[in-house]
């Protein structure tokens, strides 16, 4: 993504409501599938400027990789330790390693060229009974400046998605979107920017104000609790568990 994309995450992802539902939905589908609650080894593959490796600390060592220097200058920012610079299908780790492997709006970017090879590298990584978790974008549609900004190189459909994962050797156990109460205006708000065709380049990221923001994060906390029983037909974004067989 641009440099100031990152500035931006790093002092928003904390409180913001997307990054707050989207750690809500990982800690629900982890939960929901068995992942271990203490002494758990996970990966965050793209880790951008960490928060969601905190998050990961909480179940036990919790390591962080990333292309881009800035991101992982924000990771230390925060404490974080265990970080390498490494591509998605180069990671510098011995096979059957870790319980927990996630790809949190990756998959998604023009840097990475080969998809199947990053969840391929994934595979050799995770420990037999471990547990994928992939969050990115959704739907082709709904493409617009904000994809500029991040470098977007693909959106996914959900089923697509899935068979991907599947063809790397996981075993797919949830599929689904997510947030999904806000598709529509999104969809209405990227079909209107391209009939006034919008030409900016800067992400939709900014901070609502609290009431709102605090209205958002709800929403969202309500979709993580059902994605903990059941999957969404439609959403901004897609979700993909998956566990490597024993």
Known sequence: MEAAEYEKMFAYEDAHWWFRGKRAVIARVLDRFGAPARGAQSLDVGCGTGANLVLLEGRGPAYGVDLSPLALERCR??????????????????????????????????????????????????????????????FEALRGPHDVAYHTGRRFRRRALAGEVAASGFTVRQSSYMNTLLFPIALAVRLLERRRGADRTQSDLSQPPALVNGALATIYGLEARLLGYTSLPVGLSVLIVAEKPR
């Open 77 to 138: 920012r925060r404490g974080l330790r265990r970080l390498a610079r490494a591509a998605a299908d180069r990671l510098p780790y011995r096979a059957d390693r870790f319980d927990i492997v996630t790809l949190l709006d990756v998959l998604y970017h023009r840097r990475v060229e080969d998809v199947r090879a990053a969840l391929t590298e994934a595979y050799r990584v995770c420990r037999p009974g471990g547990l994928l978790v992939i969050t990115d974008s959704a």
